[in-house]
């Protein structure tokens, strides 16, 4: 099973428990799944939608809201079902469904949270923690985009819309932010099994960089020592190392003697010692050298 459907397994399990709430997830729910006509013509048509978590979530909306058991619905006398549908219909013209909501549905916090959870159940999805982070809900229109954005945004949170196949995307990139918005649905076994993959993914990460970083220290080390004998060797090929200053030829011979030292060792090796830049600043005098014996040739 996708990350993205345990999600929605999780939310369609839950609802608000205000009435407003539970109002305006199922508003969401009818904008973002198309089944508006359907819902004003005949709820029927909707319990009886090809995608399960949604039969799920509307007949847990429909017990929540109207009383009525989704599995015993065609048990009610047909006067029961009528009323249903009444309440129903009435609920949603109050909600002023097209493709957005009454705005009057999305002024509490709370609300806000259910709309989203519903547009996410409808229209949304959200990648795989373990190969990148992306979170997006599909719309059929900019307004419908732009309403959603801003219920979104409204937790400090930067969603953003782009245009794809005729569709408005809103979508979120960033891993701590996909995290809150799981929050926000109130995906919490979701939130946490995602949490667990950031984690791990960081502590890879870090890893990763600090093996790079040692990686790139010691290959310069080795570049450096390399050139260090090579231009020892120079010298002493062309003009001897007794041409050179007492304290340089006595660093150039250390640094034949241990080629591999780290120069904090090697200075210890001085009589007296000194520190790695004292080292750091003769091996580089004597690299001075050598290049100016190469530029006499």
Partial sequence: MSFSSEVKQELAKQSGK????????????????????QLIGDAGDVLDSENPL??????LLLAQLFHVNIEEIDTLPPERILETIKMWNQSLRCADITETVNGILLQQTCCRRAYIRGAFLAGGSISDPNKSYHFEIVCREIAQAKQLQDAINSF????????????????????????????????????????????LKEMRNSVNRKVNCETANISKTVAAAV?????????????????????????????????????????????????????NHRLRRISEIADELREKE
């Fill in 227 to 279: 050139k260090q004998l090579g231009d020892i060797e120079y010298i002493k090929q062309n003009a001897g190392l007794d041409s050179l200053p007492e304290n340089l030829k006595e660093m150039a011979l250390l640094r034949l003697e241990y080629p591999d030292t780290p120069l904090k060792e090697l200075g210890t090796y001085l009589d007296p010692p000194v520190g790695k830049s004292g080292v």
């Fill in 18 to 37: 205000s009435r407003h709430c539970q109002i305006a997830e199922l508003a969401a729910l009818v904008a973002f799944d198309g089944k508006r006509q």
């Fill in 156 to 199: 400090e949170m930067e969603a953003k819309i782009v245009e794809r196949k005729k569709h408005q995307v809103v979508y979120l990139k960033e891993g701590a932010q996909i995290v809150d918005m799981l929050n926000i649905m109130e995906a919490h076994v979701a939130l946490m099994n995602l949490e667990n993959v950031r984690i």
């Fill in 54 to 59: 949604l039969q799920e979530k509307y007949g």
